[in-house]
């Protein structure tokens, strides 16, 4: 005896979204319950003005997450692209007797991402993390989404409080 052909289809089950975020950056999203917009581009956006000039938009307007250690300890520096930061005021806001800019190897270690890809939150390690004030300047930021081929934007307000960054004074004086 043979089985009858189907004369319906049964329709397929929806395809679950392709997230281009790194696979620990869109855990921590979910975890966190953002839904944000990951864009991913064929040219690295590893730099602010890679970023800036993929996404259209202005280099104040991109993030970096930069990793120093204070007294040897990781602390993350979230700075708009436009700007430097100043390790001296760094130093002062944690009461460190000294600031250095992080290794590659302490990046990945401290974060779990590499430079040029690292997102302000969603690191494999609970950091402490400085945002400078100045972020708080635009409607809208972008970020590394884990990948140095990914961003994606949030308002500034809402991207600090997810780092648990303390909002501060670390840019350098412009010139």
């Not at 319950?33 to 864009?39: A, I, P, S, T």
């Not at 308002?155 to 960054?165: E, F, Q």
């Amino acid at each position: 005896m043979s089985t009858p052909e189907p004369t319906e289809t049964t329709p397929a089950a929806p395809a679950a979204p392709v997230s281009h975020a790194h696979p620990r950056f869109a855990e921590a999203l979910a975890e966190l319950g953002l839904q944000v917009e990951v864009r991913r581009f064929p040219d690295a956006t590893r730099t602010a003005v890679e970023a800036a000039a993929a996404v259209g938009c202005e280099l104040s307007e991109i993030v970096k997450s930069l990793v120093f250690t204070a007294d040897g300890v990781p602390v993350l520096v979230l700075m708009d692209g436009s700007s430097r930061v100043d390790v001296e005021l760094v130093r002062s806001e944690l009461g460190a007797q000294k600031v250095k800019r992080a290794d590659a190897d302490l990046v990945r270690e401290t974060t779990g991402y590499a430079i040029g890809g690292v997102p302000p939150f969603g690191h494999a390690t609970r950091t402490r993390v400085l945002a400078d004030r100045r972020l708080l300047d635009h409607a809208v930021v972008w970020a590394a989404a884990g990948t140095p081929h990914t961003v994606f934007p949030l308002d500034p307000k809402t991207l600090i409080a997810h780092a648990g960054a303390t909002v501060t004074d670390v840019r350098e004086p412009a010139k």
